[in-house]
């Protein structure tokens, strides 16, 4: 691992040490001479005590230094301060009264001491615990431990990451690569003229590797690592941050060469005066001690900022600017052979059987992260372990995709027979439209098996990674969407139909809504943008702009949105009356076996038999509808192409 420097002995907290020495010593100085240590008793003057002896009243009396104690006749205690009076012992002797020496009153006195210093003691022991909570917090650091900067230096120890742990980012890496390669050797750069940028800011989405390849950054540069996440600058009191930034960087030239990097850099980088409320003074002030900071070297120092982000959105323009993070570099979610890169490196160390294709399961996760990935492999080893086996199998990794991708699979709850039954019809729909309809991704699979939140899924997988999706690719996925609904329509009727299709029902509207508003995609509407940019009220301006739209239109787009969704119903409808037998098959397959893949379920509909054992398999009985015969079931939103691109 790499390590944490430790933070340098504090002088504030030698000096607190130092202080609460003197105040105890005081203290104990003051009870020593001040405090009464007497036990109850009158006090007599030494004449009384004289003549109480005289008069045969003293019953014993304890003699100290300069002090008497002891009882009279009666039984009351008394103590009296002893003149120098070297008659005393025989006048005691003289009236019979029993005496004994004894030392000054020492352990009494010290339990009195502790007894009273203890409150004082438990409170310097109750600042002392909250002051190395606070420190602990913050880090270390100087003075009181806040205006200090948080930035932790890593140095390069066994276990350290390299650029070899971070796959499938290539165009990322190497840029990341050039800046190692300057800092190395500056004069290679300058002595061409060469400028270098004096920051780099890694965007992209969370658990692509930003993190991740500033660690290897740091392994593999060979100097000076600082690493400090925007939200350390963001404090409760005003001008902490500020006075970190300023910390961080005098820590940095002192240290150059060197690599600064600020994790989440969002925090602190907002849009000054943006934000629903009030704005956020601190925050703008630690904004703008990191842009004169960023001002205030040479590029040619040898510090160099890394920063990374995922909402670049809301970063404020003017760290953008030349001169700050002048260079941009974008770390994307992989594509399939980026995935394949990254299983690879996350399988390294773990058994795989021989029947584990890691293309395969590349060409099955589009859209997962460097972080997803990392997850799905853990999962697949995991569930092998939990089986007792000693290689991870291909089935593992299917099961760990599912897991990553829906969410847990929930095999204990019940679900009645009508209940299996209706989802196996609606599942099936979905699958043959998917499978009929031309333009539709192919079938992957297909499952009344309830996982995460949703009863059942049926999802498709592009062939390629998409970008972008035609027309007629949209048109299929509606018919696509209405598939489910319009079977269990057909099979049980109008009365009979649930929620369990709302899901589907948004998707289509949004997708239709989409196609008129964003796409061009109708005639009538023509290539125009209806809608405003939804992400900005996230960011606080333009909260509500008005809608500069006639009445007319909006009935127009409403309209047309109706007549594509519809669209998509009627060929879905089409579908499946055309292949009901093929409906009927489907679903009985389904509720046999609960999971098809895309070939089985080609299989199914061809009529051939499911060969699970390799005993040939057995025909597959055609489950027929009954009318009526489906419950009233509350039903949770049910989603389907789990793996297809949002929002395309
Ligand atoms: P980010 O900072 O972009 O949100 P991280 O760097 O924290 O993402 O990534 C989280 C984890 O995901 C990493 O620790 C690593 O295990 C895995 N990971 C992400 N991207 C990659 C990649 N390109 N190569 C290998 N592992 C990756
Ligand atoms: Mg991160
Ligand atoms: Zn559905």
């Not at 969002?266 to 002030?285: I, P, S, Y």
């Not at 009365?495 to 008129?516: P, W, Y």
């Amino acid at each position: 691992m790499q390590d944490d420097k430790e933070p340098q002995a504090n002088p504030w907290m030698k000096s607190v040490m130092v202080w609460s020495g003197i105040l105890l010593a005081m203290f104990l100085v003051a009870s020593l001479f001040g405090g009464n240590p007497q036990s109850a008793g009158t006090t007599l003057a030494y004449s009384e005590f004289r003549a109480k002896v005289e008069e045969g009243s003293v019953k014993e009396a304890m003699l100290s230094e300069n002090r008497v104690t002891g009882t009279l006749s009666n039984g009351d205690r008394f103590t009296a301060n002893v003149v120098n009076d070297p008659q005393l012992l025989s006048l005691l002797n003289e009236h019979g009264v029993k005496y004994d020496g004894k030392p000054e009153e020492q352990p009494n006195f010290w339990m009195y001491l502790l007894v009273q210093s203890l409150p004082f003691l438990l409170i310097m022991a109750v600042g002392f615990f909250v002051f190395r909570q606070v420190q602990k917090n913050s880090g270390g650091g100087g003075a009181m431990g806040f205006g200090k900067s948080r930035a932790k230096m890593l140095t390069q120890k066994e276990g350290r990451i390299t650029f070899d742990d971070v796959a499938g980012i290539d165009e990322a890496r190497e840029e990341l690569e050039e800046i190692v390669e300057f800092l190395k050797d500056p004069t290679k750069f300058s002595r061409l003229g060469g400028q270098i940028p004096k920051g780099a800011l890694l965007v992209g989405s969370p658990g692509t590797g930003k993190t991740l390849l500033a660690r290897a950054i740091a392994g593999e540069a060979g100097v000076p690592f600082f690493t400090i996440s925007g939200s350390d600058f963001v404090e409760m009191f005003v001008g902490v941050g500020a006075s970190r930034v300023r910390d961080m960087f005098e820590q940095a030239k002192r240290n150059a060469p060197c690599i600064v990097f600020i994790d989440e850099i969002d925090a602190v980088g907002r849009h000054r005066g943006a934000g629903l409320g009030n704005g956020n003074d601190e925050r703008e002030q630690t904004l703008n001690q990191l842009l004169v900071e960023m001002d205030g070297f040479e590029a040619n120092e040898g510090i160099i900022i890394v920063a990374a982000t995922n909402r670049p959105d809301v970063l404020d323009p003017a760290l953008l600017r030349p001169g700050r993070f002048d260079r941009q570099v974008v770390v994307p979610r992989p594509d399939i052979e980026g995935r394949l890169k990254i299983l690879e490196v996350h399988t390294k160390k773990k058994p795989l059987a021989p029947d584990v294709d890691l293309r395969r399961v590349a060409r099955g996760t589009p859209g997962f992260s460097g972080a997803d990935l990392a997850n799905l492999a853990n999962e697949a080893a995991l569930l092998a372990a939990r089986k007792g086996k000693r290689l991870i199998a291909s089935n593992e990794f299917e099961e760990a995709k599912d897991k990553v991708m829906m969410g847990a699979e929930r095999r204990s709850m019940a679900m009645t027979e009508d209940e299996k039954k209706a989802t196996a019809y609606h599942e099936a729909g979905h699958a043959l439209v998917s499978i009929h309809v031309e333009h539709n991704d192919p079938l992957h699979k297909v499952t009344i098996i309830p996982r995460g939140r949703a009863l059942g899924v049926t999802w498709n997988l592009p062939e390629r990674d998409r970008y972008s999706m035609s027309m007629k690719q949209m048109k299929a996925r509606l018919a696509l969407c209405f598939g489910g609904r319009i079977a269990e329509q057909l099979i049980y009727g109008e009365d009979e139909l649930n929620t369990g299709a709302s899901n589907d029902i948004q998707q289509a509207t949004d997708m239709a809504r989409s196609m008129v508003m964003e796409y061009g995609m109708s005639e009538k509407l023509g290539w125009l943008r209806y809608r405003d940019n939804q992400d900005e009220v996230f960011l606080g301006h333009s909260v509500s702009r008005a809608q500069n739209m006639s009445e007319e239109t909006a009935r127009l787009i409403d309209d047309e949105v109706r007549r594509i969704v519809e669209e998509g119903e009627n060929r879905a409808r089409q579908v499946l009356t055309d292949h009901l037998d093929q409906l009927h098959l489907l679903a009985g397959a389904l509720l046999e076996y609960e999971t098809l893949s895309g070939e089985e379920s080609r299989r199914v509909i061809a009529g051939e038999t499911i060969d699970r054992d390799g005993d040939g398999g057995k025909p597959v009985q055609p489950l027929q509808g009954h009318a009526g015969s489906l419950p009233q079931i509350k039903r949770k939103p049910r989603p389907f192409g789990g793996t297809t691109p949002q929002g395309a």
